[in-house]
């Protein structure tokens, strides 16, 4: 119920502020297509300054359109995220642009948190925390705040089946390399660098459990959340709703929430699958 339909504001606001504080950047530049991008164009409108946002050619026409509404400028390169990112990295040293991480950073982890702090303040009788886990940065940031609040609190994160690097690199105990996935939780699969040095790391130390959810769940779940809530999410909101009505629906977590983490879906896509879940009849 953020401005621009996700979480992704609170980092992306912190970090950037933070820049402002010091030494003011003669424009700011990101990766990511989706709701960190629209996040960055929200916040350089209000500081007034400019976004620059370096997409692969095969970002959809609808989530170009999503980013130039907030004011973005684009620069299309290449067709792996990896080049993209490259891109913007040499952009930003040419053009003295600061180049805003989607998850990898003190401060974006920092504006994320303020989440876990907000849901103690408002039920600090909870005792698990449902985080969607893609990068980790909201996770992190919300484990450092509800830990230190609560040191008992349970924090279990949930991911897609497919692409999901930080649940398969915590497992493994280092960054897996991570393969582009599709998935209706399109906030969720990405790779994580192996230069991470922040997220994976407090992870380790402060995630108690990760797991995975189908993609049918994922849609129930938002069906679920339609009906019963009657509130629209995208499939990466949904995921701490669709372990509820699954795989967790019958281990005790004591009082537990989740977060429901963006809208940015297309209201079609939305009510299609409602329609579908509802017409197999099962949640
Ligand atoms: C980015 C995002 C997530 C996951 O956040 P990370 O910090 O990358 O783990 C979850 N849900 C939505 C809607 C997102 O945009």
């Known amino acids: 119920m953020q401005d621009t339909g996700a979480f992704k504001l609170r980092g992306a606001a912190n970090k950037i502020i933070s820049l402002f504080e010091t030494d003011k950047p003669d424009g700011l530049i990101t990766v990511s297509s989706g ?23 095969l970002v959809p026409e609808n989530k170009i359109a999503g ?32 180049f805003i991480p989607p998850f990898d950073d003190p401060h974006v982890i920092a504006g994320q948190g303020t989440i876990g702090l907000e849901m103690l303040e408002a039920q600090p009788e909870l005792e698990t925390l449902l985080i969607p886990l893609s990068g980790g940065g909201l996770i992190s940031g919300i484990a450092i705040a509800a830990k230190a609040l609560k040191p008992s609190i349970r924090i279990i994160g949930v991911s897609t089946q497919e692409g999901a690097a930080m649940h398969a690199s915590l497992k493994a105990g280092h960054i897996v390399p991570m393969e582009e996935q599709v998935s209706v939780a399109d906030a969720l699969p990405g790779p994580i660098q192996e230069s991470n040095a922040y997220t994976f790391r ?3 130390s402060l995630v108690d459990e990760t797991i995975q959810v ?21 499939g990466a909101a949904a995921v701490g709703v669709a372990a509820l009505l699954g795989k967790l629906s019958k281990r005790d977590l004591g009082p537990t929430a989740t977060v429901l983490t963006g ?6 896509k939305a009510l299609d699958t409602f329609s579908r879940v509802e017409n197999n009849g099962k949640y």
């Open 214 to 234: 189908s993609e049918t769940q994922i849609e129930a779940a938002m069906a679920y959340l339609m009906r019963y809530e009657k509130l629209i999410v995208e």
């Open 35 to 57: 709701n960190h991008g629209r996040a960055v164009a929200y916040v350089a409108k209000q500081l007034g300054t400019t976004a620059t946002v370096c997409i692969t050619s």
């Open 202 to 204: 407090i992870c380790q």
């Open 67 to 98: 980013l130039r509404m907030f004011g973005a400028n684009i620069v299309i390169h290449g067709d792996d995220q990896n080049e993209a990112e490259q891109r913007a990295i040499e952009l930003a040293t040419q053009q003295g642009l600061a």
């Open 263 to 268: 809208d940015n879906i297309n209201i079609e």
